[in-house]
């Protein structure tokens, strides 16, 4: 009975020990993990970290992980939506919800409003509506950023005698000195100080050049696309856009009134919002997110401090006022495991608890408009003396219903760009509007009609494709083999040959995975029409066609890049020899002047163009200073001559912003790296034997004879090998063009391998890019070959 007895606690202790070591195994397993993914910045994390938390309390077995990612945020999310690693909610802008969607990587959020019962109808119609696409909702939005506030100094209004502004003032085409503080062009005129001829302070700046622009457009009607959610056609020709394009233009080239890009960037050396803080600009047109930076620089009791408001932007004289906004919200990726959990997550973070957070950094509109009308948006009693500038907050819910969205669409942005990108000739005053625009705009036309052309496409086949793939392994197998087939080996160097095998085989095998492996797939890829996220279908050679007979930007780039290889390679090569010649002589300290030569070739390209960009600035560059001087009138060696003709209204030239001096700002930047030859090439010139030099110089033969006939011969090898290599990287030059210029202006330094990466990440047109890279594999291996042809020249010792 004992015995019994023992047996039943022990097995009743046993089962209370096994649950109790269950039961935080279990309430683990019901804990819900998911990933929250924005761009926002440090503003604005503290209030996003907030409000996840605060979710987490309300919902106690869903812990959220918050990503922030502010730098090619929508390239990254693309590629693990590809990759099936996507982020459960992710924030998201009307500009891309058309690329996800039509790819199944976006849910749809009807349902999930409709089961919860929740109420969409709180939020901007507009901007709900603008967050749709083929009818149904993608993104719950979260914020609307109308690009209307007008921010203003209070102080320079005072010390010029106009009043501040209330919102009722207009613009025309001309200043109408009657209307005074009513008028646009009057305020701005008169608030414009100019000393010896040079302007000391501007009325106005908008953050982008493009702002005043579309803002001009919109409020007399023009509108560059017939339908800004599924653009089909491209307007940009219409008179009332061309008109204030060029009105814009001019209200910088021939008014003076507003300060050019330009001038903002270099002359102020800051961007429009610093140098209203700075008070260089009386007022300066931006989205609400310019509040905290001015809170933060603008304290009452610091130096340099004014008190500044927002108003409303000028309608136009017959009261019509549009402009164009920003805006996102929150999207439940397609490849969750937990929908349910990522729409709770997903209203709440675009509700009002998220929103209330937001609101209290000043930083984001909430797209609820109860929210955007009262505290904390709107200053309140209660409202903290740090937070109640600016004052007219209230503006902002007046603005919501102006707003215009897009052009949005999945090919506008590749097609609009062949319209804007002569904007840079109308912007620096060396064409008109109406000359270049119509022509533009018919190449964004025919560039859109082709994108947007419905083919109906089969599947490719992998079989098919993997068959060829293994055929050509194959075919290089035998290649590389063939040669070796009719030599006989011993016992012994076949042993030894199955160790060497044994020894590289990590090395062949990371060839065939990471480079082979990849080539051939993008050599399939290159007959296919794949975006990375859907199922590649069967293209044929319609890429290929499409680069050499509709792309106008392949010969273009392939142009562009010629030019810079044939110019820069030799160049760089020569000065990489003269270094190396310099650098050649034993005397103290040698090796530390080798290093400081060398260490620009390693550095990165990121960091290097950042310098070159602060060397090139029109106004503050070190090469301008060095031309034109400190007093911007010196003519060194008649380079400034020689300039004039690209030379803007200040006399000095904008190497980076002018499409005749662009390329070549960018192949004086590629010296920089002369230094990495420079070391090759003094590696040459140590190997050639000093008693060659010793009896040129007892036969009589001065320096030049014996570098012509000693030193170029001997160290021809080393020469080739840096031409060669040089062509063959600069045809793959990227980095410089995309930080420096982004491929402009007006294409001038757009370079192959900028167009190949431009249409595969940013365009999600893989297979076309991959064709792309199949033309410059082509291109490298011609000119490679033909230098090969033509190397008579070198001469090998003992050959």
């Not at 046993?14 to 993990?33: I, R």
């Not at 500038?389 to 603005?399: F, K």
């Not at 975006?531 to 780039?557: H, L, M, T, Y």
């Amino acid at each position: 009975m004992h015995d019994n007895r023992s047996t039943w606690l022990r097995t009743l202790s046993a089962g209370l020990l096994f649950g109790l070591v269950l039961l935080p195994v279990s309430a683990l397993a019901q804990v819900t993990h998911l990933i929250f993914r924005c761009w926002d910045g440090d503003d604005n994390m503290p209030a996003i970290f907030a409000a996840a938390r605060s979710f987490e309390k309300a919902y106690p077995n869903i812990k959220v992980k918050v990503e922030s990612v502010t730098d090619e945020y929508q390239e990254k999310l693309l590629s693990e939506v590809a990759a099936g690693i996507a982020p459960d909610v992710a924030m998201m802008d009307p500009t891309n919800i058309e690329k996800l969607s039509v790819r199944h990587a976006l849910l749809p959020l009807d349902d999930f409003i409709a089961k919860s019962h929740y109420d969409i109808g709180a939020y901007y119609p507009n901007l709900v509506q603008a967050h749709r696409f083929g009818g149904k909702l993608y993104v719950l939005p979260r914020d609307i950023a109308p690009i209307s506030p007008i921010y203003y100094n209070k102080r320079l209004f005072d010390e010029a005698g106009i009043p501040y502004p209330d919102g009722k003032w207009t613009w025309d085409y001309k200043e109408r000195p009657e209307l005074r503080e009513h008028d646009f062009l009057w305020v701005i005129h008169h608030l414009t100080k100019e000393k010896n001829g040079q302007v000391v302070l501007w009325g106005y700046a908008p953050s982008w050049q493009d702002l005043l622009w579309q803002q001009f457009a919109l409020s007399t009607g023009g509108r560059w696309a017939d339908d800004y959610m599924h653009p089909m056609k491209m307007t940009y020709d219409d008179p009332r856009v061309m008109r204030a394009i060029q009105f814009t233009a001019d209200l910088t080239l021939k008014y003076h009134w507003i300060p050019s890009a330009t001038a903002i960037s270099t002359v102020m050396q800051s961007s429009a919002k610093q140098a209203f803080a700075e008070q260089k600009i009386a007022m300066f047109q931006s989205g609400i997110w310019e509040v905290p930076f001015l809170r933060k620089e603008l304290l009452k009791g610091k130096p340099g401090y004014f008190d500044w408001d927002i108003a409303m932007p000028p309608a136009y004289k017959d009261g019509t006022l549009h402009f164009p906004t920003g805006g996102s919200g929150y999207a439940i990726m397609s490849g969750t495991t937990h929908p349910w959990e990522a729409w709770l997550l997903t209203k709440w973070m675009a509700g009002a608890p998220g929103l209330k957070e937001l609101a209290r950094t000043g930083l984001a509109q909430p797209a609820i408009r109860k929210m955007s009308q009262s505290p904390p948006w709107v200053p309140g009693p209660e409202t903290p003396a740090e937070e109640r500038t600016p004052a007219n907050r209230i503006m902002m819910d007046t603005s919501a219903p102006l707003v215009v969205f897009g052009p949005y669409g999945s090919e506008w942005g590749e097609a609009s760009d062949f319209a804007t990108r002569v904007f840079t000739k109308i912007w620096d005053g060396s064409a008109k509007a109406q000359d270049v625009i119509p022509e533009a705009n018919a190449e964004g036309q025919a560039r859109l009609d082709y994108l947007r052309r419905s083919v109906h496409r089969p599947p490719f086949n992998w079989t098919i494709g993997g068959l060829v793939s293994l055929a050509l392994f194959g075919v290089l197998a035998f290649w590389v083999y063939w040669p070796e087939r009719k030599i006989k080996r011993t016992h012994r160097q076949k042993l030894e040959n199955r160790v060497a095998y044994f020894f590289v085989m990590p090395w062949v095998l990371g060839l065939i995975l990471f480079t082979a492996g990849p080539m051939l797939l993008s050599l399939l890829m290159s007959f296919a029409d794949w975006d990375i996220i859907q199922p590649a279908k069967w293209r044929g050679v319609e890429n290929f066609r499409e680069a050499f007979f509709v792309d106008p930007r392949f010969w273009i780039s392939l142009k562009v890049t010629l030019l810079y290889t044939i110019v820069s390679v030799p160049l760089g090569v020569a000065s990489s020899l003269a270094l190396a010649l310099l650098l050649n002589v034993k005397v103290r300290a040698i090796p530390l002047w080798r290093t400081c030569y060398y260490l620009p070739s390693v550095a990165s390209g990121v960091a290097s163009s950042l310098i070159w960009r602060r060397i090139f600035q029109p106004d503050g560059g070190l090469l301008n200073a060095i031309i034109y001087g400190p007093d911007g009138h010196r003519n060194l060696l008649g380079i400034a001559s020689m300039l004039k003709p690209f030379a803007e209204s200040s006399g000095q030239v904008n190497w980076l912003n002018n499409e005749h001096l662009a390329l070549p700002a960018l192949i004086i930047m590629s010296l920089w790296g002369a230094g990495g030859g420079m070391i090759i090439l003094l590696a040459g010139l140590q190997g050639v034997p000093n008693h060659y030099y010793e009896a040129a110089t007892l036969d009589g033969a001065n320096a030049w004879y014996r570098f012509r006939h000693i030193t170029v011969p001997m160290i021809s090898p080393t020469l080739f090998f840096c031409l060669l290599t040089g062509f063959i990287g600069t045809f793959q030059s990227f980095t410089q063009a995309l930080l420096m210029t982004n491929g402009g202006p007006d294409d001038s330094t757009m370079f192959f391998a900028l167009h190949l990466w431009q249409s595969g990440f940013l365009g999600l047109r893989m297979g076309y890019a991959s064709a792309l890279g199949w033309v410059l594999f082509a291109v490298v291996m011609v000119f490679t070959v033909v230098q090969l042809r033509l190397s008579k020249w070198v001469y090998y010792e003992g050959g």
